[in-house]
């Protein structure tokens, strides 16, 4: 059957991807238009095939960027792709109301009401008395204008998901920082990831734990872990992440955070996640770190230091462990090499990748045999962007374990492109590019 599904105005490149992912996630059988045109991200309407209204109303119920879908008869179908291919009026969709009466027969005695729903424009309450049909694409409002589609159906669902942007408010949280990823985006994150009930959900940067929330919400069990604890805890007695997870009722999901360097994991075996999902640090509010020393440093003690009251120093509650530079390039490259060990075969990496506009192109994503990108979104800031990228791990058979001494990557003072070429990837040196080329004030 045809089903109208209605977008949210936000997140454009992030649909089809969301669509895709909740589908397999909830194993809905689901058939996009074949015309490249009909599934251009821009379009705030997309006419795909589902089995039943049932399917209709899960996938509504799940995806944060569906604001509803309706059902739409063939009869009409036909006839609204000729009204949008001939750019006709509303008298044509009249004409093929009145082909279709075996549509309204089911309903002839039923209570029923029109809703119009409208995009870049206003509809005046006259016209929805006078016209009761639903219209989109319109560039203006210039009486009846030229339109570029025109829907009728019945509406099937509401998008259950879309309140949950109001729940995960970072605004509401009681515990957040600085860096923590707002409620629209970490949601659709969770998505990518395909989150649900009995999966097991890592974030190696979980910061103050954005991604863990969404994640557990959906029913997935989450572990998060970052190289500085403070991010995590907070100020309070209780854990921050805790006092937030128990906010959500996902307390009995979380099932730990711990404080360590993702170059130095305590994860002893492979396949372990069904997904790995995490927006890297890369400058614009906090730069990468790793354990370890500046190179003009003092060499390293023999032997740890004693406070004077009898206490080791590595052992104290407020010890912050020394770290060094983690340049953005490395890391993009060590995370899909982690998650290609780490990942249950089909489980999903899904992450933050910053690049320069003007200097992106496809090569620059970081790529590895065994993990395969099926998603690429970009979040546009103008001269910088943030990609989201998604992939899945068809390594088949035992994987090398990954090593973070550089082994296999390109040294940071010569980068080379995915492709072996002697351009530098769009986020290499991201920080610096950043905050001397696009923002004043020194680097």
């Known amino acids: 059957m045809d089903y109208v599904l209605h977008f949210a105005l936000t997140h454009t490149a992030f649909r089809l991807p969301e669509l895709l992912a909740v589908c397999e996630c909830l194993a809905i059988d689901i058939r996009l238009p074949a015309e490249e045109e009909e599934r251009a991200v821009h379009r705030p309407f997309l006419v795909v095939k589902l089995e039943s209204d049932e399917e209709a109303r899960r996938l509504a119920s799940r995806c944060i960027l569906v604001k509803s879908i309706m059902q739409l008869p063939v009869e009409i179908r036909m006839a609204v792709y000729a009204l949008w291919a001939q750019g006709s009026t509303y008298e044509e969709l009249h004409a093929a109301n009145r082909r279709s009466r075996d549509v309204w027969s089911k309903y002839e005695n039923s209570s029923f009401r029109f809703t119009v729903s409208a995009v870049n424009h206003t ?22 204008g030229n339109f570029r589609h025109v829907y009728f159906g019945r509406l099937i669902s509401e998008g259950a998901s879309r309140p949950l942007i109001g729940k995960f408010d970072v605004k509401k949280r009681v515990f957040f920082g600085n860096t923590s990823m707002d409620a629209e985006m970490s949601l659709l994150m969770a998505n990518q990831a395909q989150a649900a009930p009995g999966k097991f959900i890592y974030d190696p940067f979980a910061g103050t734990g954005s991604m863990l929330y969404t994640a557990a919400h959906f029913g997935a069990f989450v572990f998060g872990s970052d190289m500085d604890g403070r991010q995590m805890r907070g100020k309070d007695k209780t854990p921050g992440i805790y006092r937030a ?25 492979g396949d372990i996640f069904d997904a790995i ?7 614009v509010r906090a730069g990468a770190k790793r354990l370890g020393g500046k190179a003009q440093r003092a060499p390293l003690r023999d032997e740890p230091t004693v406070l004077e009251d009898g206490m080791l120093a590595h052992m104290k509650p407020t010890y912050v462990p020394p770290m060094r530079p983690y340049e953005l390039s490395d890391l993009a490259h060590d995370l899909v090499h982690f998650a290609r060990y780490f990942l249950k075969p089909g489980g999903r990496l899904v992450f933050f990748l910053p690049t320069v506009t003007d200097e992106y192109k496809d090569v620059d994503i970081p790529v590895c045999e065994g993990m395969t990108i099926v998603a690429n979104s970009l979040q546009d800031f103008g001269k910088w962007g943030r990609r989201l990228i998604t992939m899945v791990k068809t390594a088949e058979g035992e994987v ?11 040294a940071s003072t010569e980068p080379e492109s995915a492709a072996g070429s002697s351009s530098s990837p769009a986020h290499y040196n991201f920080r610096v590019k950043y905050f001397s080329g696009f923002r004043p004030g020194p680097p």
């Open 277 to 283: 999902v995490t927006d890297p640090p890369y400058g």
């Open 123 to 144: 509809t005046r309450k006259e016209r929805i008395r006078n016209r009761p049909y639903a219209d989109t694409g319109r560039e203006r409002y210039d009486g009846d």
């Open 245 to 269: 997870s128990a906010q959500y009722g996902v307390s009995s999901r979380l099932m730990d955070c711990a404080t360590f360097d993702v170059t130095h994991n305590p994860w002893r075996c």
């Open 400 to 410: 090398e374990a990954p090593r973070f001494d550089g082994s296999g990557r390109r």
